[in-house]
């Protein structure tokens, strides 16, 4: 096959003109209306998203900020975690949710992850609890919820902070609330390839806290507390409105967008059946499936033949954070967390967006099994 040809019917992990097409008028006329009215930033489109994020999650607050990993960064920030302090979270995530711990000087602290969920192991995070210890950030991976009713038990005996980093999980439900609603807030990316995804960068952070609520406000916009006065020093990192517009008409259709992310995966699930590890599916939780990760030993071999095959696949995440470079300050060593390494050397996302063809989804679980075999 040509190089072309290949391209051409290469599956994608993600198709985000697919999704575009149907809402095509609806978003060129919101953005076409942007436009000409001239007001961009901090206008009644971030204001209406916001009001609607926080419906959808039955909390009291929610603000638009310029990234998921500013909402991180903000919500310490707000919470009053410095230097000194020390903050949990998981090695297997992407590097944001760490990073936003040392932007506020404050220090990762990492804990291994389960096997089965691969979100923090809640049974190991009590030992890593020092008289410093001021907050979780907690992953729901994948789009898989963490198990919060353990996390919050913990909080409440060592007076924790929780903040619950949503980006991979939008719409996903642990014992029917939404997640970002059960920590002191909730994180959210609009990065594109997110479940409810931006044409650019945006972010929400959500809470029923009405201090975290006002200081994440006044953060976002140089700490601004009346017509260039300054209560104290912030940040630029508002939603755009235009951003806000079309999140606002692609809200409307998460729910949907979600179940047919579900579709899919049922139909890895049972083709696939115990050939590899499929993503766990628990009673007391929804999963959103942001990404559909298998597990195995025969990872490698895999990829290279769903490759052949013109099918993408990919591995999250390749190299735990505890081993990052950026994160040698730290002093992690090879062999700290050994579920974490264990996942990254058999871990492989398969494409999943609402728009994959339920065929295409027989074939590519077909060609695992070929692969397997
Ligand atoms: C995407 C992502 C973020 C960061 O979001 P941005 O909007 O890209 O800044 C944070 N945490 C996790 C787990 C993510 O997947």
Same mark, same amino acid.
């Given at each position: 096959?040509?190089?072309?040809?290949?391209?051409?019917?290469?599956?994608?992990?993600?198709? *985000?003109? +697919?999704?575009?097409?149907? &809402?095509? !008028?609806?978003? =060129?006329?919101?953005?076409?209306? @942007?436009? /000409?009215?001239?007001?961009?930033?901090?206008?009644?489109?971030?204001?209406?998203?916001?009001?609607?994020?926080?419906?959808?999650?039955?909390?009291?607050?929610?603000?638009?900020?310029?990234?998921?990993?500013?909402?991180?960064?903000?919500?310490?920030?707000?919470?009053?975690?410095?230097?000194?302090?020390?903050?949990?979270?998981?090695?297997?995530?992407?590097?944001?949710?760490?990073?936003?711990?040392?932007?506020?000087?404050?220090?990762?602290?990492?804990?291994?992850?389960?096997?089965?969920?691969?979100?923090?192991?809640?049974?190991?995070?009590?030992?890593?609890?020092?008289?410093?210890?001021?907050?979780?950030?907690?992953?729901?991976?994948?789009? *898989?919820? +963490?198990?919060?009713?353990? &996390?919050? !038990?913990?909080? =409440?005996?060592?007076?924790?902070? @929780?903040? /619950?980093?949503?980006?991979?999980?939008?719409?996903?439900?642990?014992?029917?609330?939404?997640?970002?609603?059960?920590?002191?807030?909730?994180?959210?990316?609009?990065?594109?390839?997110?479940?409810?995804?931006?044409?650019g960068d945006g972010g929400m952070m959500i809470t029923n806290n009405s201090g975290i609520h006002e200081t994440v406000k006044l953060?976002?916009?140089?700490?601004?507390?009346?017509?260039?006065?300054?209560?104290?020093?912030?940040?630029?990192?508002?939603?755009?409105?235009?951003?806000?517009?079309?999140?606002?008409?692609?809200?409307?259709?998460?729910?949907?967008?979600?179940?047919?992310?579900?579709?899919?995966?049922?139909?890895?699930?049972?083709? *696939?059946?115990?050939?590899?590890?499929?993503?766990? !599916?628990?009673?007391?939780?929804?999963?959103?499936?942001?990404?559909?990760?298998?597990?195995?030993?025969?990872?490698?071999?895999?990829?290279?033949?769903?490759?052949?095959?013109?099918?993408?696949?990919?591995?999250?995440?390749p190299l735990s954070l505890h081993l990052q470079e950026a994160f040698g300050y730290l002093g992690y060593k090879e062999g700290d967390?050994?579920?974490?390494?264990?996942?990254?050397n058999e871990v492989l996302s398969l494409p999943i967006y609402p728009e994959l063809e339920p065929e295409k989804a027989e074939y590519?679980?077909?060609?695992?099994?070929?692969?397997?075999?």
């Open positions: 096959m040509t190089q072309t040809a290949q391209n051409k019917t290469m599956i994608p992990m993600l198709d *985000l003109k +697919a999704q575009y097409l149907p &809402i095509k !008028e609806e978003i =060129k006329s919101a953005v076409k209306e @942007i436009i /000409e009215s001239g007001r961009f930033i901090l206008g009644k489109n971030v204001e209406s998203f916001e009001n609607e994020i926080a419906s959808y999650h039955n909390v009291s607050g929610a603000v638009g900020l310029a990234s998921g990993t500013d909402a991180l960064h903000l919500s310490l920030n707000a919470m009053d975690i410095k230097e000194g302090d020390e903050v949990i979270t998981t090695p297997f995530t992407f590097i944001a949710s760490a990073e936003s711990i040392a932007y506020v000087h404050a220090t990762p602290v990492f804990v291994d992850i389960e096997k089965n969920t691969l979100n923090i192991d809640v049974s190991k995070i009590e030992e890593k609890i020092t008289a410093k210890t001021k907050a979780i950030v907690v992953v729901h991976l994948f789009g *898989l919820p +963490a198990n919060m009713t353990e &996390i919050m !038990e913990l909080a =409440k005996k060592y007076n924790l902070k @929780i903040v /619950e980093d949503c980006a991979q999980a939008f719409g996903a439900k642990y014992k029917d609330r939404a997640v970002g609603s059960i920590g002191d807030c909730g994180c959210y990316s609009f990065y594109p390839s997110k479940n409810l995804g931006a044409y953060l976002r916009n140089h700490g601004t507390v009346g017509p260039y006065q300054h209560g104290f020093i912030g940040f630029n990192s508002r939603l755009d409105e235009i951003h806000a517009a079309i999140l606002r008409i692609k809200l409307r259709h998460i729910d949907q967008y979600n179940q047919n992310r579900g579709k899919i995966a049922k139909i890895y699930s049972s083709i *696939l059946g115990n050939a590899v590890k499929c993503p766990v !599916e628990l009673e007391d939780r929804s999963h959103v499936y942001h990404q559909y990760t298998i597990r195995t030993p025969q990872r490698d071999k895999i990829h290279e033949i769903l490759k052949e095959n013109s099918i993408a696949s990919v591995v999250y995440y967390f050994p579920e974490c390494e264990a996942a990254s590519i679980a077909k060609t695992v099994l070929e692969a397997v075999k």
